[in-house]
């Protein structure tokens, strides 16, 4: 199968990449610069120049291709077109950037999306698209069948989810893969370093109350084959689950980052949360367990890496990368 994969030289695209290579099919990855040309290069797959704000780039590349795996997101101000930006800086109250950076990446997602399914619609080919367990309901275990939750920290971005299902009506084996909030193994820049670098920071890991909010994580080469098995057998309108462990108390995370940086684990108010983790304060303070249970039966997938606990535990990289890490606001 000849494969187009956008955010296929990130963190889990590269392995996503090698994935579908090891398994016979064709690559073509988009890329946006000539760094993320010779990562992909080196992988063993093809390129195509473009980025998410070209609509007509995506539709090309989609329409010369057998499937599309969409795991490409806007992760910062600096990869909003500088008109579209200085609209989020100036276009109201200081107190609203957020809300307007989460406006805009979201749409700008959105067009991507319908670009590339307008392209392969009526035709019966796959397009598999990537969210997150972030943007379920609190406090109880979230499955496949259930829909995201309005209250959710990471429910912005969990509306396109919809737009995305309305494919599956119009000719596109579209589905939805929700990923866990960590997703970690080497060269891992997303949450976890993020926590580790502000543990460094402030001289001790910090956690919300009791710590006992849960995160479902999972390793990036387990996310990398379930992405494989959906862009192969998912089913139009299916939903499946990233996610290996379905939830580790973020207590423990702290602990662990605590203990291999030599810091203590402390507890944390709401508001020193808050000015701790600016951004990622409601999202370190949520419990968000989630099960793959239905998606293992479905696709016949089974996660198989070290469990988060572990990776942190035995992997030194973790404690370098994170020195200078600049993790992402999380699509999660």
């Not at 890991?205 to 098995?229: F, T």
């Amino acid at each position: 199968m000849r494969v187009f994969v956008t955010g296929a030289s990130g963190f889990i695209g590269q392995a996503v990449v090698r994935e579908l290579i090891g398994a016979g099919h064709q690559v073509i990855g988009l890329a946006r610069s000539d760094s993320a040309a010779r990562t992909l290069a080196k992988l063993g797959a093809k390129t195509h120049a473009g980025s998410l704000h070209e609509p007509d780039t995506l539709r090309a590349g989609a329409a010369g291709a057998d499937g599309v795996i969409h795991l490409a997101f806007i992760h910062g101000p600096g990869d909003i077109p500088l008109g579209r930006r200085l609209g989020v800086i100036l276009g109201g109250s200081p107190l609203g950037i957020v809300g307007r950076f989460g406006t805009a990446i979201t749409t700008a997602d959105r067009c991507a999306i319908d670009a590339m399914a307008g392209a392969l619609k009526g035709s019966g080919r796959p397009l598999v698209t990537v969210f997150g367990t972030m943007g379920m309901a609190a406090g109880r275990t979230a499955t496949e069948d259930d829909e995201p939750d309005p209250r959710s920290p990471g429910w912005m971005r969990s509306q396109t989810e919809a737009a995305v299902k309305a494919w599956a009506e119009r000719g596109v084996r579209a589905t939805v893969v929700r990923l866990a909030p960590s997703v970690h193994g080497d060269g891992d820049h997303g949450l976890i370093p993020r926590l580790i670098a502000t543990a460094r920071k402030h001289r001790s890991a910090g956690y919300v109350g009791d710590g006992a909010n849960r995160w479902s994580a999972i390793h990036r080469l387990d996310a990398a084959l379930l992405l494989r098995l959906a862009l192969e057998q998912g089913q139009a309108g299916a939903c499946y689950h990233g996610v290996a462990e379905e939830g580790v108390a973020f207590r423990e995370i702290a602990e662990v980052i605590g203990r291999r940086l030599n810091l203590p684990a402390v507890s944390m108010t709401p508001k020193e949360a808050a000015r701790r983790f600016s951004w990622l304060a409601p999202f370190a303070a949520y419990d968000n367990p989630a099960s793959s249970r239905l998606t293992q039966q479905r696709l016949g997938w089974r996660p198989t890496h070290p469990g988060l606990l572990a990776d942190l535990d035995g992997a030194p990289p973790y404690f370098e990368i994170s020195r200078t890490s600049s993790a992402p606001v999380p699509g999660q």
